[in-house]
């Protein structure tokens, strides 16, 4: 059975204002909660970490642990 890119996982670099598919697939996981984000509702991230987030709230608290 062949898998489309809807079923992987994407690899994705993140700048500041947008983030490059470097590896197709249909979401990525949220670095704090690892729940699978689709990209179209991708809205979080760390261009510092590289690292996605599936809410205001997970981004949020993920940047305090550096404070």
């Known amino acids: 059975m062949l898998m489309s890119s809807s079923d992987k996982a ?5 700048g500041p204002n947008a983030f490059r598919v470097v590896k197709p697939g249909h979401f ?3 670095a704090m909660s690892g729940v699978p984000v689709p990209l179209e509702e991708l809205r979080y991230w760390s261009v510092d970490r590289q690292e996605a987030y599936a809410s205001a709230e997970l981004s949020t608290r993920r940047a305090l642990e550096d404070l």
Request: with cysteine.
């Open 28 to 30: 990525v996981f949220c």
């Open 10 to 14: 994407a690899t994705l670099m993140y």
